[in-house]
């Protein structure tokens, strides 16, 4: 009798826990090829071994690296519903155990009682949370700014509004007559559980069938689409969640929800910026010194916007010729790494000891407008002078959607041509160099291979001419000429 042997290989879940099936006319072989590898077919769920296969690590990312948990944790479904179970101990065995007793308590008692023996914190958290419930919980114990958190929930509210088709139109923005608030619950009402990887999938696909199909707005899509996820998915990090009293549904609604593929936004220059700055002296300077004080703080000093707005006075250091940025009643950097001393040019110094003398408050910036402080929206004293010197610039060729930004990255650009890229990043005061390389410098260096001269005409004869015959001698000579010029340089 003949026997045949068939293979099959197959994955399961989002690690290639790949498990072979061998059988043929004489019976049927498992073969696993992994420790984690699918459980024996024949086991019970109240055989323990059937749990043993069943537990797994958890493993979480840190610094760029990938760790695993010390203690075993197990996945369990039961009517309709489905939590993970951290089983609180590293020795396999005594895990399985406990993920056997709690299925069997699901079904004999339930949900409810096998979470308050198991897991009785759980049992005290809100289960089957809307969307507006878990941004309350997250605002309330989060440990981070209120500004960023609200930015995080912007993004989320905006997906699942997108997702569920509620569009508010324009009543949306209307924050006097209440057309926000009734946006806002309705977004706000929709249940977590239902905002599914599933859904948030269909979101990113819409977004992006619904940019033109030309390669320009194909990518700002794709852009524009990592961006709100990136932001939405800090909402769901391990270092939130952990302080928040609800139960949150599985899988959570990022949960496998891939990226686009990243689009480099490298800054590329597109403007003559020593040009830029004698147009600005000779429109400026004279009729509208305040927004003079504003180009040459962000084109010559790199500061952001914010900087800007409430820069005060003291902040010149006048003997040593910088500006430090630091925090004051007002304003508080962006970040602590945003901290220190910019150097400034000593031409640039004098221009402002002379707008000191004349200065009527201690914001350098002149402005009606008073500062307000808590807010979790933009809010700028200088905001009409901001919008008068982006149409100037626009004006003059910097057609960008934030002109005054571009200023801070071609700040950089020229530190870095002149500097290299750790002083672009010192002076730009950037915590990761990586920052600074990927998105604030342009490089200026320009490097050819040095071979146009053959394209030439040679009043000797023909060979160096285009689509003449190039000899081999030809090519010899421009390689030594290439050299050659290299080690002059």
Known sequence: MRCYTHRISYERGSTANLLHREWNSCGTVWNPKSVQAQPEASFSKTDLRYWKERIFKPTYTRGGNRYEGPNWAVYIQHRGRRHKWSLGKPNREAAAAIAKDIFLSLQAKGWDATIQRYRPKLAEKKRNVTVGEFIEEVKAKADLDAKTIEGYCKAFRTIVASAFEIDGGKEKFDHRKGGH?????????????????????????????????????????KVSVNSFMRRARSLFA???????????????????????????????????????????????????PELFKIFLLAVMVGLRRKEIDLLEWPSFKWETVVIRIEPTHHFHPKSEDSIGDVPVDKELMEIFRGYRARAKSDFVIESAREPKAGLIYDYYRCQEDFEKLAKWLRKKGVKVSKPLHTLRKEYGSQINAIHGIHAASRALRHADIGVTNEYYTDSRARVTTGMGHLLKDNEEGDGDKPGGKVSDDSVAASAQETVKRKKTR
């Open 181 to 221: 608030e009734k946006w806002l619950t309705k977004v706000h009402g929709i249940r977590l559980a239902s905002v599914t990887p599933s859904k948030v999938q269909e979101w990113k696909r819409t977004h992006l069938a619904r940019a033109k199909r030309d390669p320009l707005s194909q990518r700002q899509a």
């Open 238 to 288: 391990a270092d939130i969640l952990r302080h928040l009293a609800i139960e949150l549904p599985e899988p959570r609604p990022f949960a496998g929800v891939a990226f686009e593929p990243r689009q480099s936004l490298k800054y590329r220059s597109n403007f003559d910026v020593l040009e830029l700055i004698k147009e600005a002296r000779s429109d400026l300077a004279e009729s509208d």
